[in-house]
């Protein structure tokens, strides 16, 4: 490893950065005080790039100092997975770090500025203000997504309006299935002929695609899968195709809901693909 900082000399227990404090003797990641739950090797790789922050550490000396030789694991996957554990501890990118940054082929590095000092110490003016902030009950600083720029929300929330959005089309997609004669009807009623075995047709063979891709999504998110950025951006654009055209649903129903519900309806569904979008792109960012 690169010579440690003069903070690690100092034998510093707390590395401080922004609202965040790292606990190296308790092992624990917390930030404005309160703990958050990082596991052990996550920890471990997150504390060697503290200690020699500025400085790169190179894949190989996490190897040796974190993962013993006689270790049977994949290493590569297990240590891109605790940096993504770091990321999402901290609401960092890998596109836009704010505080661990990727060197393709080499290591990574903690560019933000780190605060050592031993256990006890005088905590420095602005983090003791932002501590004092948090206990009177004052809101903590929000913290921008940095391709986004909206406040990073919970992440269980997020993977839950997924999640609600695919049991979404799920219904829209059994429902028009299970009553294709009436969408025939109500087709046949604007479009005569052909041009309504095309409609029906339409909702034939999308519903019978959608469905199984609704259920991979759900199950993608059920499971957090962690590369579900990556897939979702290149599912997008026949995601993007097959929610455009069942926004046009609303207009099966046109007899029982009226015209202008039916447009407000269809109005609001052709929005959601990019919702869906934003949400995975909040609760998955892609590793580069």
Known sequence: MPPSNPSSDRGATL????VFEVDLAAGELRKNGARI????????VLAALLQHSGQVVTRDDLRASIWPADTFVDFDHSLNTAVNKIREA?????SSPRFVETLARRGYRFIAPVDGGAAGATVSAPVLAQDKGTRAGAPAPHEL??????PFPRRGLVRA???LIQTMYL?????GLAHLRDAERVASSFLPGWRALVIVGAVLI???VGIPLRFYLLSAVGFDFRKLGGTFARLFPF????????AIAPFLLLPQIGVGLAFAATAALLYVPFSERTLVRLAYPVER
Request: charged fraction near 15%; hydrophobic fraction near 50%; charge should be negative.
């Open 206 to 208: 999308t519903g019978a």
């Open 171 to 175: 219904i829209f997609y059994v429902s």
């Open 15 to 18: 590395l401080r950065f922004g």
């Open 37 to 44: 739950r990082l596991q052990e090797q996550p920890f471990q």
């Open 90 to 94: 901290l609401g960092d990118s890998a």
């Open 145 to 150: 997504h940095p391709e986004l720029h909206v």
């Open 239 to 246: 995601v993007l195709a097959l929610d455009q055209l069942w």
């Open 161 to 163: 309006l997924f999640a």
